[in-house]
């Protein structure tokens, strides 16, 4: 699990970060972990928009944006409904922390340089999430609303990826 | 089919495509009685978004009778005809899409969003 983890870890290197690991995380951590990771996306979303004039990749982006908007106001109602508030942690930190190099890896980029890298960044991104999800979150998390939760939105995200590797074969 | 053409002229007339977006789903309890505005024999039937997939993915009904989306899924959906013949509105979770069906045919539908979804309403006549 480790090694697949990591090989699909390499586009967002800090996912995988030691110091920062994505296990062991309370229940509250991970629903912290999750948004964040929501909201990182939905960044790259926007980051697209901005730069990117290629049609499919602004339908991808405005996906993303929409889905990962969704995703997230559920997770404030499941929340809100177990009267419970997201932890920050040190995974969710990682998450951050990465994501803003590749911000600036993107920003830096323009036309099919851009689409290819934004392409490339969503099918790693997804990859990524994915594998810690379903084979570590899904197993750790102990409160039942929040695993069907985490599961509900392992489906979207396993949509996007697969959306997003047609992407990747797109942009070459 | 043009769309001058009188079957699809009159799918339109008979077509109300009644967006429930922005409304919470019916409950159970209440799901027959929505859609039971004359007091006709129609039947009302539901198809479940669930997983990124239709479900029935192909319903048979009859014309007049009431086709409800509701979307359980976190990601908005809509159910979008290939031909352009009907479209919900964004349906996010919970929200229910309506239509009733016109004329008999057969129609292909999608998500706008998710174009891997597929779906099939076959109308039959309701004679």
């Known amino acids: 699990m480790f090694r697949n983890l990591i090989i699909a870890s390499v586009a967002f290197v800090a996912i995988s970060t030691p110091a920062a690991s994505q296990e062991n995380l309370n229940d509250l951590e991970i629903a912290h972990a999750a948004y964040t990771a929501d909201l990182i996306d939905i960044r790259y979303a926007h980051i697209a928009l901005a730069i990117s004039d290629t049609p499919e990749i602004r339908e991808f982006a405005e996906l993303m944006i929409r889905d990962h908007t969704a995703v997230n106001e559920g997770a404030f109602e499941l929340l809100a409904e177990l009267n419970a508030a997201p932890q920050d942690n040190a995974f969710s930190q990682a998450l951050l922390a990465g994501a803003k190099e590749k911000n600036a890896e993107l920003l830096s980029l323009r036309g099919a340089a851009f689409d290819r890298a934004y392409a490339a960044n969503e099918h790693g991104y997804h990859q990524a999430v994915n594998e810690i999800v379903g084979n570590i979150w899904l197993n750790d998390v102990q409160t039942p609303e929040l695993k069907d939760f985490l599961a509900q939105a392992l489906v979207t995200f396993q949509i996007h990826e697969g959306h997003a590797a047609q992407m990747v074969k797109a942009t070459r | ?127």
Request: hydrophobic residues 40%.
């Open chain 2, 1 to 127: 089919m043009s769309l001058r053409s009188p079957l699809r002229k009159s799918f339109y007339q008979h077509l109300m495509l009644v967006s429930l977006a922005g409304a919470m789903s019916f409950p159970p309890t209440t799901f027959a009685a929505a859609a039971d505005d004359g007091g006709d024999s129609s039947t009302v039937h539901r198809i479940t978004i669930e997983k990124f997939k239709y479900g029935p993915s192909i319903l048979k009904v009859k014309t007049g009778d009431t086709i409800e989306w509701v979307n359980k899924d976190f990601a908005p959906h809509t159910a979008t005809a290939l031909d352009d013949v009907f479209k919900t509105e964004k349906l996010k979770r919970g929200d229910v899409g309506m239509i009733v069906a016109g004329a008999p045919q057969t129609i292909d539908y999608t998500c706008q969003f998710h174009s891997n979804m597929k779906g099939q309403i076959v109308i039959e006549s309701g004679d």
